[in-house]
Every structure is written in structure tokens, then in C-alpha cells.
């Protein structure tokens, strides 16, 4: 069973920066795609910044050039720096990786509970 765990969330003013961490644990045998989606209250669930296993990334317009999305492979965890946060980047944040448990299964998206990022103006 793989488990994604998202930190790092919390308030911050406006300008300010927050880095959200997403760790995984259990046996992946190979990644696909790690990505952070976001949600604010009452909207749907639109991606924010995804990195490919060839190390590609992609980000939402609204984020460009603020956010960074990184990997550390050593410790199986993905990361968002967000800079310059505004009070519209306030939502519950959510991690995705496209996994594969085993060379016999077919790839699957798991992923984190969330976590809360509020930005005061």
C-alpha cells in the first residue's frame, strides 16, 4: 500500500512563501508523473504544477514563475515552492503521483489527504 503525506501547509501574508513536501511510503516500483493539484473552497480540483519521470514540467498560468515543483529521490519525496503567494492561491492542496506497484500492474494515480494553504491579504 502506497501512502502520500503532504506538509508544509499553513498561513502566510501576502508576498510571503510556504514549500509543501509530499512523501511517500510502501513500494513503488516505477513513477510516472508527481503533481500538485489544488482546491479552494466551492471549485474544482485544477493542477498546479506536475514533473515527469524525464524530469519535463508543467505548470498552471496562474502559478508560472512563482512555483517550483523538485524531487529528491533519495528520500522519495516531491516538493512546491511557492513564492509571492496571493490570497487566490489559498486552498487545500493535494499531491498526485502516477505509480506503479509492480511491473505487473498497470500504472494508477494515488494520493495525499491535502493540505491547507491560506493566505491572508
Known amino acids: 500500500q502506497v501512502e502520500l503525506v503532504e506538509s508544509g501547509g499553513g498561513l502566510v501574508q501576502a508576498g510571503g512563501s510556504l514549500r509543501l513536501s509530499c512523501a511517500a511510503s510502501?513500494?513503488?516500483?516505477?513513477?510516472?508523473?508527481m503533481g500538485w493539484y489544488r482546491q479552494a473552497p466551492g471549485k474544482q480540483r485544477d493542477l498546479v504544477a506536475i514533473?515527469?519521470?524525464?524530469?519535463?514540467?508543467n505548470y498552471a498560468d496562474s502559478v508560472k514563475a512563482r512555483f517550483t515543483i523538485s524531487r529528491d529521490n533519495a528520500k522519495n519525496t516531491v516538493y512546491l515552492q511557492m513564492n509571492n503567494l496571493n490570497p487566490e492561491d489559498t486552498a487545500v492542496y493535494y499531491c498526485?503521483?502516477?505509480?506503479?506497484?509492480?511491473?505487473?500492474?498497470?500504472?494508477?494515480?494515488?494520493w495525499g489527504q491535502g493540505t491547507q494553504v491560506t493566505v491572508s491579504s
Open positions: 510502501g513500494r513503488i516500483f516505477s513513477i510516472k508523473t
Open positions: 514533473l515527469t519521470s524525464s524530469g519535463n514540467t
Open positions: 498526485s503521483w502516477t505509480i506503479q506497484v509492480s511491473r505487473f500492474l498497470s500504472y494508477r494515480d494515488a
